[in-house]
């Protein structure tokens, strides 16, 4: 492989991977300089001259001419002076040798490992300019096609087709890919592993969300509002606060759009999440309840040592504080940076059982355990997931399941009693 040939080669090469000129240069001589001091042990005597435009390659070796006598004949920029008159016979001591070296003089086992090294400085340096390019862009959203789809992850690919992966577990559950798809994801992270950057994404993130407000949102955008939290159940739930700091805005309102036009938006890319903008507030019992939101509380008892508040509701509430799988209680607890206990107001029972009324099948340290935590009522607990229960409680999976196993018998039965008791009977003179 001759110089103009190899210089072509890797040029075509670097271009493609949009290299700019002066770095491959730089690359290049870098390069043929390494091969020089293989060879030569050290290369401050040679110059090198790349016309990369044209694939030409010179490179010339420089030496000062001393007798052949002399002590300093051995040293690399020197040269006998019988060596020299080969080359010319006209030299004398004390003049400059400048000889070309040719490519193929340093053998071909080098000129093929320099090409594996122009090669491989490249693949380098552009995994290098990945790197830095996308750690800029954490939290970013930007959007790629999707190139492969496994069942741990997807495989997206940017505008310059840099692979990027999107976890499942960074998915949306609702979220169904094939390939070709188009994608929209923030950049959750970068990760150098074994010497390459990986560039997560994310779509459950809740900066993903807060960038999809900033799209939608002119006043978010331009700082007149701002964003003072996210909390989600990616494809389900997110509350979001949010203040203004001007009086004349409603941030809420400007968050929601017209007839829901900003907010539509934002929800049909999350597939459906159902999302709660609140309008934060220093006050932190009114912070609550507008984190509670849509349940209406009638009081509440906050002990900020413990970082637990009680919340108390009329029975048609609860079910709506909770939420479906106690999403809506787990999102406000995150929302306020408190463990929210939701209790029922002494009232109307009707259609409901105290947890009391179970002690005979239920024991009273696991029912102490439900009360900790506002679940005084049998429907009050079916209406918190089994996990859920087991995170804020001391239960175990098992003490949990046999729970809901006795509260939902109970429930049923009462059901059968009522159903029976309101059938019509046929009387003796009827039949």
């Given at each position: ?308 508040v009680s919340v108390f509701l009329k029975p048609d ?113 009827a039949q």
């Amino acid at each position: 492989m001759n110089s103009h040939v190899l210089i072509e080669s890797f040029a075509e090469f670097a271009r493609s991977k949009n290299i700019d000129r002066p770095t491959m240069m730089s690359i290049l001589e870098d390069v043929f300089r390494t091969m020089i001091r293989k060879k030569y042990t050290d290369d401050a005597n040679f110059d090198v001259i790349l016309n990369v435009d044209k694939g030409d390659l010179e490179i010339y070796r420089n030496r000062e001419i001393v007798d052949d006598n002399s002590e300093d004949i051995w040293d690399n920029d020197k040269i006998p002076l019988a060596e020299a008159q080969k080359i010319e016979p006209d030299f004398e001591v004390g003049e400059q040798v400048t000889e070309e070296i040719k490519l193929e003089d340093f053998g071909r086992r080098a000129v093929l490992m320099a090409r594996q090294t122009l090669i491989q400085r490249v693949k380098d340096l552009e995994r290098d300019n990945l790197y830095q390019a996308y750690k800029d862009q954490v939290g970013e959203i930007i959007s790629g096609e999707v190139y492969q789809v496994w069942s741990r992850e997807a495989l997206i690919l940017d505008k310059e087709e840099n692979e990027l992966v999107l976890p499942k577990a960074e998915q949306i559950p609702k979220d169904r890919y094939r390939k070709g798809d188009s994608v929209r994801a923030v950049v959750h992270r970068v990760e150098i592993i074994n010497g390459t950057p990986k560039i997560i994404l994310s779509r459950a993130a809740p900066a993903f969300l807060e960038r999809l407000f900033e799209q939608e949102v002119p006043e978010i955008y331009d700082g007149l509002i701002t964003i003072k939290n996210i909390v989600r159940e990616p494809g389900e739930r997110a509350k979001v606060a949010v203040e203004s700091y001007d009086d004349r805005i409603d941030p809420v309102g400007a968050c929601v759009g017209m007839k829901g036009s900003r907010i539509h938006a934002v929800v049909r890319e999350l597939e459906n999440e159902n999302i709660d903008v609140i309008n934060y507030t220093d006050n932190l019992e009114l912070y609550i309840a507008r984190a509670l939101s849509p349940a209406k509380l009638t009081s509440m008892k906050i002990n900020e040592q413990t970082g637990r508040v009680s919340v108390f509701l009329k029975p048609d509430q609860v079910s709506l504080a909770i939420g479906r799988g106690g999403a809506n209680i787990k999102l406000a607890s995150r929302l306020v940076g408190m463990e929210i206990d939701v209790f029922r107001d002494a009232g109307d029972y009707d259609e409901d059982i105290a947890l009391d009324e179970f002690s005979d099948e239920i024991e009273s340290w696991i029912i102490a355990e439900l009360k900790k935590i506002g679940l005084d009522t049998g429907r009050a607990v079916l209406a918190v997931s089994k996990e859920d229960i087991v995170r804020r409680t001391e239960l175990e999976e098992e003490h949990v399941d046999d729970l809901f196993r006795v509260i939902k018998q109970e429930f049923n039965e009462e059901e059968e009693e009522n159903n029976a008791a309101q059938s019509p009977t046929v009387s003796d003179d009827a039949q």
